[in-house]
């Protein structure tokens, strides 16, 4: 088992198994001197925390109900676009892992 490995999102993780993850993959390589100054660690901390903080709102991985208008359907689409964003986040993390 690789590194990369490790840090995979599978189809019944949550929001937060995600973005545990995500941000353990990125503390990691923050760490790292030979990637100092090549990525930009703080912009992509701000977008994950954004993205979760979405999450967190709409009561994504929680069973009670979110008070906004969208529609249990619409929550289910917003769930799959935040795991999907943080596929990508550590779809592009990996590569510094190469």
Known sequence: MSVSDVFEI???DTVWDAWLATVNLLDMLEGSQRLSGLYDFAKTREM???VYATAKQHHIDKCDQCNCNLSSAEHALLKRKILLFFRMQL???KRFLE
Do not use: F, M
């Open 91 to 93: 779809s592009s993390l």
């Open 48 to 50: 994950i925390a954004r």
């Open 10 to 12: 599978g189809e019944n």
